[in-house]
């Protein structure tokens, strides 16, 4: 949420077109300062955090309904719109007055972030929008902002959530910041704010330069970079100084949210630092909670810690028994004196030595025309289809090397294939053995 509260802030000074449309601007002073925007982005996300995960819909509006009457009341100098203003201090029951107003997507920045499908974040947007704005404008611009947040956390490129963002809702993304500039006025609706919001993110090269960039247009200039803030964090994350100044401008109830947000954030998202001991590693539980969060959140910081686990871990591996053509023999001899003898009853309960070494051959799964080497967390991860096999574990190292000797020319090794499954191409295995990857760390992303 600091992306979206910092794009309030910094962009209020300059709303109703007070600003000079320029980037070039003072980021913090005494002006800087939250604003309604940042009220209700805290309110709807302490509304969806104390939410059970199989909550209905009715639940879930009035969930928010209840958390943004309770904000508003407390800070009802927030400089919220008359109908807003209205509904959050109507003595009646309120009911959603059909805005397409850009309140909807300027409140929604925690829906992309707690949410683990596209599906799921859209739902959510459209729930935390209906409550007031149910017009079908305020929805989009809802489900839109949450979309590109989404999408810009889990790694999507700029071009993809571009074309993601026209073929879903029909937003005109083709104009540059430059030609918008000019003519560009305050208009509070989210089909004049939405999409000049995420085309500043897309023309922003890093956090600061999305907020610079946003502010520049002009118009509803603290709720536009708020939204564009949003999606700039999920994509770029946010430079600890710029989060310093965030929390000095935000009042203790606002910061106990945001501190909450935030932590169940690094809990959801970002791959545990720690010593990697033997005993942290012998039941495959912290590999395959990291495989979780690394599903969730495919940034390349947590892939690299991913790796390096792996390069300390052992996993299970299912294999098939293969005898010796000499063993097959002399089992088959075996079978064929007791059926001469008439004595197949013999059989029950025969034991027999091997005299050569048993092979242990992998299983491979294949998807389309593409196989994959299976790899599982702990044995208990196989389900039915490890009852199939014998299970060997191994060093991830050895498994690694027997992927990449395969006869199969496997596209990667599949971590807990039936389950949350995580695939690792077989050209990444250099760098879990440690050698050289050619790949930099990034900075990590945080809600």
Same mark, same amino acid.
């Given at each position: 949420?600091?992306?979206?509260?910092?794009?309030?802030?910094?962009?209020?000074?300059?709303? &109703?077109?007070?600003?000079?449309?320029?980037?070039?601007?003072?980021? #913090?002073?005494?002006?800087?300062?939250?604003?309604?925007?940042?009220?209700?982005?805290?309110?709807?996300?302490?509304?969806?955090?104390?939410?059970?995960?199989?909550?209905?819909?009715?639940?879930?509006?009035?969930?928010?309904?209840?958390?943004?009457?309770? %904000?508003?009341?407390?800070?009802?100098?927030?400089?919220?719109?008359?109908?807003?203003?209205? %509904?959050?201090?109507?003595?009646?029951?309120?009911?959603?007055?059909?805005?397409?107003?850009?309140?909807?997507? /300027?409140? $929604?920045?925690?829906?992309?972030?707690?949410?683990?499908?596209?599906?799921?974040?859209?739902?959510?947007?459209? +729930?935390?929008?209906?409550?007031?704005?149910?017009?079908?404008?305020?929805?989009?611009?809802?489900?839109?902002?949450?979309?590109?947040?989404?999408?810009?956390?889990?790694?999507?490129?700029?071009?993809?959530?571009?074309?993601?963002?026209?073929?879903?809702?029909?937003?005109?993304?083709?104009?540059?910041?430059?030609?918008?500039?000019?003519?560009?006025?305050?208009?509070?609706?989210?089909?004049?704010?939405?999409?000049?919001?995420?085309?500043?993110? @897309?023309?922003?090269?890093? #956090?600061?330069?999305?907020?610079?960039?946003?502010?520049? +247009?002009?118009?509803?200039?603290?709720?536009?970079?708020?939204?564009?803030?949003?999606?700039?964090?999920?994509?770029?994350?946010?430079?600890?100084? /710029?989060?310093?100044?965030?929390?000095?401008? *935000?009042?203790?109830?606002?910061?106990?949210?945001?501190?909450?947000?935030?932590? *169940?954030?690094?809990?959801?998202?970002? $791959?545990?630092?720690?010593? +990697?001991?033997?005993? *942290?590693?012998?039941?495959?539980?912290? @590999?395959?909670?990291?495989?979780?969060?690394?599903?969730?959140?495919?940034?390349?910081?947590?892939? @690299?810690?991913?790796?390096?686990?792996?390069?300390?871990? %052992?996993?299970?591996?299912?294999?098939?028994?293969?005898?010796?053509?000499?063993?097959?023999?002399? $089992? !088959?001899?075996?079978? /064929?004196?007791?059926?001469?003898?008439?004595? +197949?009853?013999?059989?029950?309960?025969?034991? &027999?030595?091997?005299?050569?070494?048993?092979?242990?051959?992998?299983?491979?799964?294949?998807?389309?025309?593409?196989?994959? #080497?299976?790899? #599982?967390?702990?044995?208990?991860?196989?389900?039915?289809?490890?009852?199939?096999?014998?299970?060997?574990?191994?060093?991830?190292?050895?498994?690694?090397?027997?992927?990449?000797?395969?006869?199969?020319?496997?596209?990667?090794?599949?971590?807990?294939?039936?389950?949350?499954?995580?695939?690792?191409?077989?050209?990444?295995?250099?760098?879990?053995?440690?050698?050289?990857?050619?790949? !930099?760390?990034?900075? !990590?992303?945080?809600?």
């Amino acid at each position: 949420m600091y992306g979206a509260i910092l794009g309030d802030m910094i962009g209020a000074p300059y709303e &109703f077109d007070q600003g000079n449309k320029s980037k070039d601007f003072e980021m #913090f002073n005494e002006d800087v300062m939250y604003t309604d925007d940042t009220v209700m982005t805290i309110a709807v996300a302490d509304a969806l955090m104390g939410l059970s995960d199989n909550a209905d819909e009715d639940t879930v509006k009035a969930a928010v309904v209840k958390s943004m009457r309770i %904000w508003g009341n407390r800070y009802p100098d927030a400089g919220y719109g008359v109908r807003f203003f209205n %509904w959050l201090f109507d003595d009646k029951e309120p009911k959603p007055y059909g805005s397409w107003g850009n309140g909807s997507a /300027m409140r $929604v920045s925690s829906v992309g972030w707690l949410f683990d499908t596209l599906d799921e974040t859209r739902r959510y947007a459209r +729930l935390t929008a209906e409550v007031t704005h149910n017009h079908p404008e305020g929805i989009k611009g809802a489900e839109a902002a949450a979309s590109a947040i989404f999408l810009a956390r889990i790694g999507i490129s700029k071009e993809e959530i571009k074309e993601y963002i026209v073929n879903e809702f029909d937003y005109d993304l083709s104009h540059t910041c430059d030609e918008i500039r000019p003519g560009y006025h305050h208009i509070e609706s989210c089909q004049y704010t939405v999409p000049e919001a995420i085309t500043a993110f @897309l023309e922003g090269n890093d #956090f600061e330069d999305v907020i610079r960039t946003a502010v520049s +247009l002009g118009g509803d200039c603290d709720t536009l970079t708020c939204i564009a803030g949003a999606i700039g964090e999920a994509f770029y994350g946010v430079p600890e100084e /710029m989060r310093i100044e965030c929390r000095k401008r *935000l009042p203790e109830d606002m910061l106990r949210v945001l501190y909450r947000f935030e932590k *169940l954030m690094l809990e959801r998202y970002v $791959v545990p630092d720690a010593d +990697l001991t033997e005993e *942290l590693l012998e039941d495959g539980s912290f @590999l395959r909670k990291a495989i979780q969060i690394g599903n969730r959140n495919p940034s390349k910081l947590n892939m @690299l810690k991913i790796f390096r686990i792996l390069s300390e871990s %052992w996993v299970w591996v299912p294999c098939t028994a293969i005898f010796s053509d000499a063993d097959n023999d002399a $089992v !088959e001899k075996v079978v /064929m004196e007791a059926v001469e003898n008439n004595d +197949l009853d013999s059989l029950a309960g025969h034991t &027999f030595t091997n005299r050569d070494e048993v092979r242990m051959v992998s299983d491979i799964l294949q998807s389309g025309d593409d196989y994959f #080497f299976p790899v #599982f967390t702990s044995d208990e991860d196989m389900g039915e289809y490890g009852e199939q096999f014998s299970k060997v574990q191994r060093h991830f190292l050895d498994a690694a090397n027997l992927a990449r000797n395969n006869e199969k020319r496997v596209k990667g090794i599949v971590i807990n294939a039936f389950t949350e499954n995580y695939i690792i191409p077989i050209e990444m295995l250099d760098v879990i053995a440690g050698k050289d990857s050619g790949i !930099e760390e990034e900075g !990590e992303s945080n809600g």
